[in-house]
């Protein structure tokens, strides 16, 4: 089990939710960190949350833009290891009223935008590194209707993980595939209801609450520190693809 004591850690989507608790978790590790976001502001409010004793920088990048991840991962130069855990809010018609062009800013977001991160990050990842990306429980429990687009997309991770870890070996590629977590994403998806919602899938739940982002975190941690870990996607759901 490696350390990640003096590392170098690039979080693409660490300004918020699960990003900000795996930037938290590693920064308690010892790592150093880049967070790569979007927005400029919410960068600067999560640096200001994860401390200001220079071990967090912060990057303006969007996934959609190639240009910006080039320049992005040219400026952070070598690294131990990336964590991607940048998402879009998910299409979510049913099959019969789907809209092509929201399904392809969504793959284009979500799936791409990672292909484009791994294609960026592989020129300056160590020997050794690894990458980490985000599926989902939809690729389990798909909603239905109106989950077909975001449930194909989340499996996809997995299978481009296993294809991946074999292409970049000795670096190590994995997927975290979280269930319902309690982020900001939760609160633009399903607004005032979010909390009706989360009590009745706490109750059915074998851990019996809806995780936290440092819930989740620990999956990331694992993935990074497990170096007999790759090809894997590591489910931290509380039991939610068991009901």
Same mark, same amino acid.
């Given at each position: 089990?490696?350390?990640?004591?003096?590392?170098?850690?690039?979080?693409?989507?660490?300004?918020?939710?699960?990003?900000?608790?795996?930037?938290?978790?590693?920064?308690?590790?010892?790592?150093?960190?880049?967070? %790569?976001?979007?927005?400029?502001?919410?960068?600067?409010?999560?640096?200001?949350?994860?401390?200001?004793?220079?071990?967090?920088?912060? %990057?303006?990048?969007?996934?959609?833009?190639?240009?910006?991840?080039?320049?992005?991962?040219?400026?952070?130069?070598?690294?131990?290891?990336?964590?991607?855990?940048?998402?879009?809010?998910?299409?979510?018609?049913?099959?019969?009223?789907?809209?092509?062009?929201?399904?392809?800013?969504?793959?284009?977001?979500?799936?791409?935008?990672?292909?484009?991160?791994?294609?960026?990050?592989?020129?300056?990842?160590?020997?050794?590194?690894?990458?980490?990306?985000?599926?989902?429980? /939809?690729?389990?429990?798909?909603?239905?209707?109106?989950?077909?687009?975001?449930?194909?997309?989340?499996?996809?991770?997995?299978?481009?993980?296993?294809?991946?870890?074999?292409?970049?070996?000795?670096?190590?590629? /994995?997927?975290?595939?979280?269930?319902?977590?309690?982020?900001?994403?939760?609160?633009?998806?399903?607004?005032?209801?979010?909390?009706?919602?989360?009590?009745?899938?706490?109750?059915?739940?074998?851990?019996?609450?809806?995780?936290?982002?440092?819930?989740?975190?620990?999956?990331?941690?694992?993935?990074?520190?497990?170096?007999?870990?790759?090809?894997?996607?590591?489910?931290?759901?509380?039991?939610?693809?068991?009901?």
């Amino acid at each position: 089990m490696a350390s990640l004591m003096g590392t170098k850690i690039v979080v693409v989507g660490g300004s918020s939710g699960i990003g900000l608790g795996v930037a938290a978790a590693a920064l308690a590790h010892g790592a150093e960190l880049v967070i %790569v976001g979007r927005s400029q502001d919410k960068l600067l409010k999560a640096q200001h949350i994860l401390g200001t004793d220079g071990r967090v920088k912060t %990057v303006t990048a969007d996934m959609t833009h190639e240009g910006e991840i080039a320049t992005a991962f040219a400026g952070i130069g070598a690294f131990d290891h990336l964590v991607s855990t940048a998402g879009a809010l998910p299409p979510g018609s049913p099959i019969g009223e789907t809209d092509a062009d929201e399904t392809r800013l969504f793959i284009d977001s979500k799936f791409v935008g990672a292909v484009l991160l791994a294609k960026h990050a592989a020129r300056r990842l160590n020997r050794g590194g690894s990458m980490t990306f985000t599926s989902g429980i /939809n690729k389990d429990k798909p909603p239905v209707p109106g989950g077909a687009v975001v449930s194909a997309v989340a499996g996809s991770f997995s299978y481009f993980a296993r294809a991946l870890a074999l292409e970049l070996a000795p670096s190590r590629v /994995n997927i975290v595939s979280p269930g319902w977590v309690d982020t900001p994403m939760f609160d633009e998806l399903v607004g005032d209801a979010k909390a009706g919602y989360f009590e009745a899938m706490a109750a059915r739940l074998p851990i019996g609450r809806i995780a936290s982002p440092a819930d989740i975190a620990s999956a990331y941690i694992h993935a990074m520190e497990s170096d007999f870990t790759t090809g894997e996607t590591l489910h931290i759901d509380g039991g939610q693809r068991l009901i």
